[in-house]
């Protein structure tokens, strides 16, 4: 469920960006200036991101793209489902792909499980994937560009969310 791809990455740094330019157009260039993504790749997203309506888009030398509503009313998992599609529900075992651009690949959902009639893990797997979920779709663009007080307080990720506003690379 949860194999988070460099697609969905990018399009996370590209709505963060966004964040702090409300009302402003955003280049595609200015984005992978700043964070050095590849451009070809961060286009489509964008373009991707625009169809499912959390982008507005420009063309014209001043063009680029904007967020559409209000950072704290658009949510991570909003953002993840325009880019990778709703989470699968289906079999708990992980993939045979490479988990290296994964956060959660234990999470992942397989191609189909011979113990699933029997499985004792299959439903307490279900549940994870759905608070994983349920925390994505509780979490705001605000959220991961700034956390605040109330929504450290207030989501569950909050403190997880802060700490890593205070990271170094």
Known sequence: MLQLTKRTEYGLIALVHMVDRPGVFVSAREICDTYKVPRRLLAEVLK???????????????????????????????????LEGNPASSSCSPSPVDDSNSLFPILDSGSGCDMSPTCPIKTPIQRLRDGIWSLLQQTSLRDLAAPTAAAVNANPLGELLQSAQTLTY
């Open 48 to 82: 991707t991101l625009s169809k499912a309506g959390l982008l507005a888009s420009h063309r014209g030398a001043t063009g680029g793209y904007m967020l559409v509503r209000e950072p704290e009313l658009t949510s991570v998992a909003q953002a993840v489902s325009a």
